[in-house]
């Protein structure tokens, strides 16, 4: 028996065995001042993108100081969903940082050497529609962010976590792996990978 082989972007995280049952109801305004960096931080990432867009086209290559940053990005706003509203999985507060953080939600993306010149036309806005239709039911929206089926299973976890102090797993399993989804055709969509993303919702 085969096995399935393992996507280029890793994305993984721990349950915290210890949840406050109210904290979460606070939580929307905690990473208020994240939501706010982030926010800008995504505005540079766009134009930045737009430039490796560019620079894969005559290069091949994607600008190594641009794909740090968008990883950072990308990192960043995986710690502050995970801490809130896109799984609620822990009551550690996400630092402000771009770079690798030990916290317990992690992402990774190996920089690729050489990249597909005409892959860079059509597979953020063609090729990647399917996903793109998957990833709106998922999480409301296109890219990862707080709504959709997610931000309905989280809250039911939420409602459990309230009277009962426990996380349900199965409900864990299932939003890892839609964030996990989401976050795979985020990487797609901003020319960081050519593998095309799976349809499944396992590493």
Known sequence: MTSTPSYPVSLDAQLSPELNRWLWLVKWLLVIPHIIVLAFLWIASFFLT??????????????????????????????????SYQALGTDRYPPFSLKDADYPARLEVPYPEKLSRGLA????????????????ILHGGLGPRYGGLNLVLVI??????????????????LVLGFNRWAFRVAVYAMLMR????PFRLSP
Do not use: C, M
């Open 50 to 83: 737009i430039f490796a867009f560019f620079a894969i086209l005559f290069t091949g290559k994607y600008p190594r100081g641009i794909f740090d940053y968008n990883l950072g990005v990308l990192r960043w706003t995986w710690r502050v969903g995970y801490y």
């Open 121 to 136: 036309l059509i597979k953020w806005w063609l090729l990647a529609l399917p996903h793109y239709i998957i990833v709106a």
């Open 156 to 173: 039911i976890a939420a409602v459990v976590l309230l009277f009962t102090g426990k996380y349900p797993q199965s409900i864990f399993d």
């Open 194 to 197: 050519d593998e095309y993303p």
